[in-house]
Structures are given as structure tokens and as C-alpha cells.
């Protein structure tokens, strides 16, 4: 039985750990066993907020302590901070977990930790925490911990025996800055325990594909966070080095969280009215051009262009920026050209390739393909498109990517475009 007090803490370490955005999970599965509670259903995406009055959600995120003894600008948790403080037992978290597991309110948990005496003292209790929920409660639903820099790889290996995704966030991009901010942390003491993780993954594929039944370690992979916004960084700078991250076999995403401004007296950080929302957008947009449309950091973002265009989406920047391979003949382009097409996703593109065989594609197919016409239509050719004087259309070309683009702008997108440019600082 919970009690108050308990409640109490949960409410404040709740509060604490809502400005970590990397725990939404891909999803794994976890099939009911004999003798464990519960399971998961992978692919479902578990939803990463808690809702103060336990009302039905499915992740419980929290911390375990949002003392620290880091000092860290843009965080809400420093040590310099006049905020409600709390910690919770390892047993008060395994009863919370528990309890609001059996009552149907989460799926699963999200657990951080402020660093208290020292990252081996907190990973350990955070590692006892995964263990004797899945050894003592039973507890068969999804589990992401946040590994504590500079903690012991035994600690790591021993929390990622129990969890389904760890994390470590970079925060910053740039290790001058994040030194800056952060003067207790380095891109070292980041990069470290991802290298361990990934080792124990990689070194877990091989035991299991020796042994089939060898318990799966970190099954769901790692994800990081990179905070946008609080420094000079450009979003060059966040994407090559998001670039890099998913060069690694086990980084499954990297999530990009808007600086929201809670230290608002520290003079190392902007002072922003509301964070860059349409920036963190435009992030994860290009995020999804690397990681499911083939583009390269440099074909979204330039030494010219280091910044993504705020009024359009980086697909449509990059079209805008190369009308040379416009139009794309939508009977006989490849997969790989179709998509490059903006108003084209990864499933259209891959409806067209297989619906073609069959007859000449026209407009009216498209539209039912779910292609967004109104985008598409200056980029692509079809049988239709090309011989009804009708339904004859400009293409990028003739109308040049100039008079395109206001075509392609809404008017509330140029508004919230023009409002976080000037939240944009000269950190110069
Ligand atoms: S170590 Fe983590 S919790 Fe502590 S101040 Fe830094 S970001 Fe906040």
C-alpha cells in the first residue's frame, strides 16, 4: 500500500524527470511467461509521461533522487538549485512500480537519477532496482534506465542484464560547450558507458546465437538526447553528430529536446521566451531523412545552409535546392528517386514501385498512395500529369524553386518561423 509520504516524493521526482525526452521506447517484446507478471507488446510505442494523479498511462517516469551533487546549467536538478528535494528507497520504487503495474496504469518504467556521492553508489541502486523487479516482483514489463556517467562497467553490465533500453544523454554537442555547461562532465565520460553497452549487446548477440536461451542483454538497444537551443551549436553540428551515433550498431534514436529555459539567472544560457519548438521539428524531420530516405548530413545541412530552414521541411529545402533532378517520372523512377520527391514517404514510394506493374500510375492513384499532391505535384511527373492539357502542371523547373517556395509556405508557418528566429541569440 502506497502511502502518502511515498505519493508525495513520487509527485516530486515525477516533476523532476519531465524534461528528459529520450525514453519513448520502439517497443520490444516481451511475451506473457509462466511465473512473471505481465508482458508487453512491441511496436505499440509506450507513451513517456505521468500524469500527477496516477491517471491511465504507461510509462512511469521518474527519478530516484533528484539530489545531485552535478552542477550542470541546464538542468533543473543542479545542486545550486532552491527546489523540492526527495529520494526514494530502492523498496518505495519497486512498490510504486509494482503497484501501478498490477493496477493496469503503466507498461513499464523510465528510470534516472540525480548522482549522489558517486555514479557507482547511484548506478547500483538503480541496477538493484531493475534486478529485483524482474528476480523478486516478477515484473515483466518494459524497463529503461539512464546509465550514471562513470559508473563501473560491472554496474552497467549487472543493470543491463534486467533492462530492455539504457541511455546516456550527450546533452551537448560539442564538448567546449558541454564543458562550458556542465563542468563536471565530458564527451568521455558520455561516450564511455555507450561503448560498454554496446559491447554487451554485441558480445549477448554472440553468446545467444551459440545458446539460444542465453538472457538478452539491453534487447532494445541505447538512445541518447541532445538539448537544441541552450548553445552555439549549429544544427550541422547536432546532425553530424547524430550521424556518427547511428553509425553504431546498438543507437536505436536520438532524440532532440528544445532548451526549455529553467535556470533562467545563469549567464552561460540564452533567455528564451518558450523553447525552439519548430527547430526541434525540423530536427527530427532530418533525423528521418537519415535514417529511413538515404540523405547524408551534408546533402540536409551545408557549410551555406548549417542551419535547416524553419518555414519549410528539410525535404522540400533540399528539392527547393536542386531542381536538377526534378522531375522524377513517377512510371519509371527507382525507389531511391521516389524518395528523394517531396510529399512522398517510405510507403508510397514503396506502393508505387510495386503498384506500377500492373498499369501507368495517374494522379488519382497517387492521392490514394496518401501522397500529398499539393507538394508533390511541381516534382513528379505521370502518364496523366504530362498528356491532359487539363490536369498539365509546372514543374519546379519552369517555375523556379524562387517563385515555388511561397507557393510551398503556409502563412502561420512563416509567423512561427519568424518568432523563433528571434529566439534565436548571438552567442558570438
Ligand atoms: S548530472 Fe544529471 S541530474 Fe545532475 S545536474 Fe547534471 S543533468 Fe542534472
Known amino acids: 500500500m502506497l502511502t502518502e509520504k511515498t505519493m508525495e516524493k513520487l509527485r516530486v521526482l515525477a516533476e523532476s524527470a519531465k524534461y528528459d525526452v529520450s525514453c519513448s521506447s520502439s517497443g520490444t517484446v516481451r511475451g506473457g511467461k509462466k ?18 494523479d496516477g491517471r491511465c498511462i504507461a510509462l512511469l517516469k521518474v527519478m530516484l533522487t533528484n539530489y545531485c551533487m552535478y552542477d550542470c546549467a541546464y538542468c533543473i536538478n543542479r545542486r545550486s538549485n532552491d527546489i523540492p528535494r526527495a529520494t526514494l528507497s530502492v523498496t518505495e520504487l519497486e512498490e510504486i512500480t ?7 496504469y503503466i507498461e513499464g518504467l523510465f528510470l534516472s537519477s540525480g548522482v549522489v556521492r558517486n555514479p557507482d553508489y547511484t548506478m547500483e541502486r538503480l541496477a538493484a532496482i531493475a534486478r529485483d523487479l524482474r528476480t523478486v516482483h516478477r515484473f515483466n514489463g518494459y524497463i529503461h534506465l539512464k546509465s550514471i556517467p562513470g559508473a563501473s562497467q560491472e554496474l552497467l553490465n549487472e543493470a543491463g542484464r534486467y533492462a530492455d533500453r539504457m541511455s546516456v544523454n550527450i546533452e551537448i554537442p560539442n564538448e567546449e560547450s558541454l564543458k562550458m555547461l556542465a563542468p563536471e562532465k565530458d564527451h568521455q565520460s558520455v561516450f564511455q558507458p555507450m561503448r560498454l553497452i554496446q559491447q554487451g549487446v554485441l558480445e549477448n548477440k554472440e553468446d545467444r546465437r551459440r545458446m539460444r536461451h542465453a538472457p538478452r542483454f539491453v534487447p532494445a ?27 553504431q550498431p546498438t543507437m536505436r534514436r536520438v532524440y532532440y529536446s528544445g532548451y526549455i529555459s529553467v535556470n533562467t539567472t545563469d549567464p552561460r544560457l540564452p533567455v528564451l521566451k518558450q523553447p525552439p519548438l519548430v527547430r526541434e521539428n525540423r530536427l527530427y524531420q532530418a533525423d528521418w531523412l537519415l535514417r529511413f530516405y538515404h540523405f547524408k548530413v551534408d546533402e540536409i545541412v551545408d557549410e551555406r545552409h548549417a542551419n535547416l530552414d524553419l518555414e519549410i521541411d528539410p525535404k522540400l529545402a533540399w528539392a ?21 520527391v517531396p510529399g512522398l514517404g517510405t510507403k508510397s514510394a514503396w506502393l508505387i514501385v510495386n503498384s506500377r506493374r500492373f498499369g501507368r500510375l495517374t494522379s488519382y492513384d497517387l492521392k490514394k498512395m496518401g501522397v500529398v499532391m499539393k507538394k508533390a505535384k511541381y ?13 498539365l502542371l509546372t514543374s519546379v523547373n519552369e517555375l523556379s524553386p524562387e517563385r515555388l517556395r511561397p507557393l510551398l509556405v503556409s502563412k502561420v508557418r512563416q509567423k512561427q518561423a519568424a518568432e523563433e528566429r528571434q529566439l534565436r541569440l548571438d552567442f558570438g
Open 35 to 52: 511465473g512473471m507478471v505481465g508482458s508487453t507488446v512491441g511496436g505499440l510505442g509506450i507513451c513517456h509521461s505521468f500524469a500527477d
Open 379 to 391: 516534382f513528379i511527373t505521370c502518364h496523366e500529369l504530362t498528356h491532359s492539357p487539363a490536369t
Open 320 to 340: 527547393l535546392r536542386h531542381p536538377e533532378v526534378f522531375p522524377v517520372d513517377i512510371n519509371t523512377a527507382d525507389y531511391e528517386q521516389l524518395l528523394r
Open 221 to 247: 538497444g541505447q538512445s541518447t538526447q541532445m538539448i537544441v537551443g541552450a548553445t552555439k551549436e549549429t544544427d550541422r553540428d547536432i546532425l553530424q553528430m547524430s550521424s556518427a551515433l547511428y553509425g
Open 98 to 104: 509494482m503497484e501501478f503495474y498490477r493496477r493496469n
